[in-house]
């Protein structure tokens, strides 16, 4: 196909979106309706995901060491513990400082410190954060193979609960954003042929002068490539604006803040470039694809 | 070229279109093809343009086996065909110019090109003042024109021209006729398929019958010069 064809086909596909401006409009808001519920359903998929992240972050090992270990093995166990591969974060807890907390928790009870004659008999430990839970079992093992270790208190419970709820949520997010997609598919490829139905006289018309399939098929590919692409741009600004007054409407509930973490509310400007571009490239991909499949039906004359 | 041989058409319904016909037309021919409704006279067509396929025998148009063509083939097959409907077929969203210069660019040619080669058929046709109308904007002998222009504009070798004054007032029918006429001076082979037997009774010519699927008739006759 020369360019000066191709010009030609693109032309008419645009032309085609002002002249049939009412299955566009109609073309264009079901593509925007449907962008919007499947943008919004992966908004909120990423952001359960970063709240979730947010907590597993908050993860604590506790590694008693025997009493009366020199000190240079304590040293060395920490450089140890820093380069197991699943380790985020190290944290040295001296005895001394264990027992100044105990004795700030329990204030009231100098009968009992008095008691010690003392004596700490509090254990130095490490504090280690994990990188990946899921593996969490996996560096207890390997930990509890370390010369010193005296025990070692994992919040397996606290893992397995977030595991399980990371698993339930997961699925119903994928299923609903899954659910979105098609359901926005099947509207999208109705609107379409409704459209393309329309102009089946037309298509007939071009097969008799000896067009071929490829094209009639590329204007109402260009044109669905159109109509989508705006599509696409409205439903991203939509979203910026929804999405920057929930976001701003959060920061101002400390409540909520404190259970999820201020950091794991994804702010729009850090992911509005790949937002975007998905948006628009989704919408003029669907709104192409959506035309060209239906003119597939009335294309054999 | 147009070459029927013992073609037989038979629908899935049962019924037979088409019994054993055999039928050849010259380049530069012109041809009426008449019969009363159900003859046969729409499955011929559709089966020149590769819209059916013959159940039996073989059919050659303008170089082509049609038996053999492939689909991807069709196109080429119908460049070589203008066609022009009872109903006009226009593209109501294109203007006249657009709607004559759109089987040049199915063809791929040259902007330069379309736009002289267009401007010329629209005046063959009389239409130079309506190029920038909507075929809503014009009547149903105009409509015609711009029919008969774009079915001429890809210099064809032979127009089909199905029941064309069909849909217009009896005394343009004469005008289109005419038109086809000066067409087919030039050497375009026509083969026109009308049920007005008084244009075919008119202008005389070569007539072909076709009744319950056979050709019945197809002889040249003298034109009466009769309005």
Not at chain 1, 48 to 71: C, F, M, R, T, W
Not at chain 2, 188 to 205: K, S, Y
Request: proline fraction near 3%.
């Amino acid at each position: 196909m020369k360019f000066s064809s191709v010009h030609y086909l693109v032309k008419k596909g645009i032309d085609n979106v002002v002249r049939n401006k009412m299955m566009a409009f109609a073309s264009f808001c079901v593509l925007l309706v449907s962008l919007l519920l499947v943008g919004v359903s992966v908004l909120a998929y990423l952001n359960v995901n970063s709240i979730i992240g947010g907590v597993e972050q908050k993860n604590e090992i506790a590694i008693y060491l025997q009493d009366g270990i020199p000190n240079e093995m304590i040293e060395h166990f920490g450089d140890n513990l820093r380069g197991l591969p699943n380790v985020a974060d190290v944290v040295f807890y001296s005895k001394e400082e264990a027992l100044d907390d105990f004795k700030a928790r329990m204030a009231d009870s100098d009968m009992l410190f008095d008691s010690l004659n003392g004596e700490n008999p509090l254990p130095d430990a490490y504090r280690v954060r994990v990188a990946d839970i899921q593996h969490i079992s996996e560096t207890v093992s390997t930990i509890a193979k370390f010369e010193g270790v005296d025990s070692i208190d994992a919040p397996y419970d606290f893992v397995n609960s977030l595991l399980q709820i990371r698993k339930v949520l997961m699925a119903v997010m994928g299923t609903l954003i899954l659910a979105m997609v098609i359901v926005s598919i099947v509207i999208i490829s109705s609107t379409t042929k409704t459209s393309v139905y329309s102009r089946r006289e037309e298509i007939q018309i071009m097969k008799y002068v000896g067009a071929t399939d490829a094209f009639i098929r590329f204007p109402f590919f260009v044109e669905g490539m159109v109509t989508g692409f705006f599509a696409g741009c409205i439903a991203f600004l939509v979203t910026w604006g929804v999405y920057t007054a929930v976001t701003n409407a959060l920061q101002n509930q400390t409540l909520v803040l404190n259970i999820i973490g201020t950091g794991s509310i994804i702010q729009f400007t850090d992911i509005i470039l790949p937002i975007a571009i998905s948006y628009m490239a989704v919408g003029a991909l669907i709104g192409a694809l959506g035309c060209a499949i239906s003119t597939k039906r009335y294309i054999n004359v | 070229m147009v070459e029927l041989k013992d073609v037989s058409v038979k629908y899935s319904t049962g019924v037979d279109a088409l019994n054993h016909i055999n039928l050849r037309i010259n380049d530069g021919d012109f041809a009426f093809v008449v019969g009363s409704s159900g003859a046969g006279k729409s499955t011929m067509i559709k089966l020149l343009l590769k819209e059916i396929d013959a159940t039996e025998g073989t059919v050659c148009v303008n170089g082509y086996h049609l038996n053999k063509l492939k689909r991807r083939k069709i196109p080429e097959l119908r460049r070589t065909i203008g066609i022009v409907f009872q109903d006009f077929r226009l593209i109501p969203t294109m203007t006249v110019y657009e709607n004559i210069a759109f089987v040049l660019r199915v063809i791929d040619a040259p902007t330069k090109y379309i736009k002289k080669r267009v401007a010329y058929v629209i005046g063959l046709v009389g239409l130079q003042d309506k190029a920038k109308h909507f075929p809503s904007e014009l009547s149903g002998g105009e409509m015609q024109r711009v029919a008969i222009a774009r079915a001429l504009v890809n210099d064809p070798k032979l127009i089909i021209a199905d029941e064309p004054t069909g849909n217009i007032d009896p005394e343009l029918s004469f005008e289109i006729v005419e038109l086809l006429k000066s067409i087919n001076a030039c050497g375009t082979t026509i083969l026109m398929v009308t049920h007005e037997h008084e244009l075919v009774r008119h202008f005389g010519g070569r007539i072909i019958n076709i009744d319950n699927g056979e050709i019945v008739f197809d002889d040249i006759m003298e034109g009466t010069d009769e309005i």
